[in-house]
């Protein structure tokens, strides 16, 4: 059974910084690029930040850029999003997704998708 388990999202002031994971199993995790995504309130989901399944490139939405840093564990199966100086506009549920030989920022091309985890960022 494919499995991608969010965590590490909480509420924080302005300017602080969180750390959420994402923990899969059931896949081959090093043939996979591994995305975030997120979606405010009222708003349709935006991609984040991704990785790549072999090289470690990364992408960044502009408003990640500076700020979120992505990262995989091969051997734990796991990405990591670093985020700092985070802004009320972060405000939103995270999702991670996986995309098959793929590094994506678009959701269409991502094959298994996990629950979110809720970020909350007070002024």
């Known amino acids: 059974e494919v499995q991608l388990q969010a965590s590490g999202g909480g509420f924080v002031q302005a300017g602080g910084s969180l750390k959420l994971s994402c923990a899969t199993s059931?896949?081959?995790?090093?043939?996979?690029?591994i995305g975030w995504f997120r979606q405010a309130p009222g708003k349709e989901r935006e991609g984040v930040s991704c990785?790549?399944?072999?090289?470690?490139?990364?992408y960044y939405a502009d408003s990640a850029k500076g700020r979120f840093t992505i990262s995989r564990d091969n051997a734990k199966n796991t990405v990591y999003l670093q985020m700092t100086n985070l802004k009320p506009e972060d405000t939103a549920v995270y999702y991670c997704a996986a995309d098959h030989y793929g590094y994506s920022r678009y959701e269409s091309d991502y094959d298994y998708w996990g629950q979110g985890t809720q970020v909350t960022v007070s002024s």
């Open positions: 059931g896949f081959t995790f090093d043939e996979y690029a």
């Open positions: 990785i790549d399944f072999s090289r470690g490139s990364t």
